[in-house]
């Protein structure tokens, strides 16, 4: 017998808008289903688990036991960009001077995620 990762959750504080936040970040809907003020929200991805957000009462407090990594399909450094502009923060930089690397970046509650190099960029250096 097995399992099927069918979620993937993130406690929050707002659940609705940090999974707006992260549906601009994998340019996926929230759910039908889902209002602002909702305590769960799910954001339906293409393919794979989806990412759900619950709102719980406690924040915060210690750098996450798992993380997402992403793949962009444009480039590293203009993805970073662009989910900095979204208000993700710098959390750190592990570019190297070759190209290769990634950046941690966390979202607006601060939940640490990692952007990594696209496949034609890890294609390129191959």
Known sequence: MT????HITVDCADAY???RFWSQVT?????DEDTPGDPEVLVELAEGPGLLFIQVPE????KNRVHLDL???TTRDAEVERL???GATLVSDMRRPDGKGWVVLADPEGNEFCVERSAAERADQA
């Open 59 to 62: 924040p915060k407090a210690v």
């Open 84 to 86: 900095l502009g979204l």
């Open 27 to 31: 340019g996926r809907p929230i759910s």
């Open 17 to 19: 808008e940090l999974a």
């Open 3 to 6: 399992s099927l990762v069918h």
């Open 71 to 73: 793949q962009p399909d």
